[in-house]
């Protein structure tokens, strides 16, 4: 998609295999446990993970020179812009309590604009195709600490998909071993 987008992007076949088995593991987070399915949550979700893909590179390849907060703050701003429609056709009959706007404006400003900025440092960091590697670790992260924290259940889609998101990660992100060139005799 990257390349077809002309943002070259080079991966290496291993680092190929191991985004295939990452999102094989996210398939198997998402996929497993569903029951009938609910196919507007399922293309929201692989919409943002499109997106949370090809955006680092995009910002690397396109938007390097901009500043990254006007990079953030129209992310941000796009994505209110899609959202508000099925925000207001969800929107609760009943007034909104102080404690969940406050929530909110936590969530957006540290858990949304924070992670932006720690997300555009690791792009600097590591590179735009290490750092797709994110897309794949969020979910699995987040279903752990659910079963964790909150007592989900632990269910086989977890079983499954969280060690092929862990191992594609690994295999997406390790360096290519490099050919040390022996001395001639």
């Not at 446990?33 to 997106?51: K, R, W």
Request: proline share 6%; aromatic share 8%; charged share 10%.
């Amino acid at each position: 998609i990257a390349r077809a987008m002309g943002l070259d992007s080079r991966l290496s076949g291993m680092r190929l295999v191991g985004l295939g088995v990452g999102f094989a593991g996210v398939a198997a987070l998402v996929g497993l446990d569903v029951s009938g399915g609910d196919f507007l949550s399922v293309a929201a979700i692989s919409i943002t993970v499109l997106g949370y893909s090809l955006g680092p590179i995009i910002v690397d390849r396109k938007l390097s020179s901009a500043p990254s907060v006007a990079v953030i703050a129209a992310s941000l701003t796009i994505n209110a812009l899609i959202y508000a429609p099925f925000a207001w056709l969800t929107w609760p009959t009943e007034a909104v309590p102080a404690n969940a706007w406050w929530s909110i404006v936590a969530l957006g400003a540290v858990c949304t604009a924070g992670a932006f900025i720690i997300f555009f440092a690791l792009i600097a960091e590591v590179g735009p195709a290490r750092t797709t590697v994110i897309t794949y670790v969020n979910p699995g992260v987040a279903v752990i600490l659910g079963v964790l924290i909150l007592g989900e259940p632990l269910t086989p889609g977890i079983v499954i998909g969280f060690p092929l998101v862990l191992a594609g990660s690994f295999l997406a992100t390790r360096r290519a071993p490099t050919m040390e060139s022996e001395p001639h005799a």
